[in-house]
């Protein structure tokens, strides 16, 4: 387990990007912004996976959040919400990684 990631050239580095777009708090809440928004079983899987970096409540998808109205720029992209526990930063990053290794939703 590691919380670095290698940039090198090549496909690794692509990876890094390709679901997430941006994070951010809001109060209690982390609120993840994705390119790609995941099907209820991948939630289901996530929230079994990553329940410890929850502090109360569930993993939420959805889209922009009130505070976020100034961004319309981004207003578009869904949502993975949760009170993060603010300490297991390197769990945080295997979900981020978790999410971009989750395959497109099928059409």
């Known amino acids: 387990m590691s919380s670095y ?4 050239p090549g496909p690794p580095a692509l990876r ?6 941006s994070v951010r708090y809001s109060r ?13 079983r991948q939630v289901e899987e996530i929230s079994k996976g990553f329940g410890d ?15 976020e ?4 720029a981004i207003a578009h992209l869904p949502r993975l919400v949760f009170t993060f526990n ?11 990684d ?3 290794d989750l395959p497109d939703a099928p059409a």
């Not at 990631?5 to 090198?8: E, L, Q, R």
């Not at 890094?16 to 777009?21: D, K, L, N």
């Open 5 to 8: 990631t290698s940039t090198s």
């Open 53 to 67: 970096l929850k502090v109360r409540g569930e993993f939420r998808v959805g889209g922009a959040l009130p505070v």
């Open 86 to 96: 603010r300490r297991d930063h390197g769990r945080l990053r295997m979900l981020i």
């Open 28 to 40: 209690d809440a982390l609120i993840i912004r994705l390119h790609r928004r995941p099907t209820p």
């Open 69 to 72: 109205q100034d961004e319309e």
């Open 16 to 21: 890094t990007v390709a679901a997430r777009h």
């Open 98 to 100: 978790h999410l971009n």
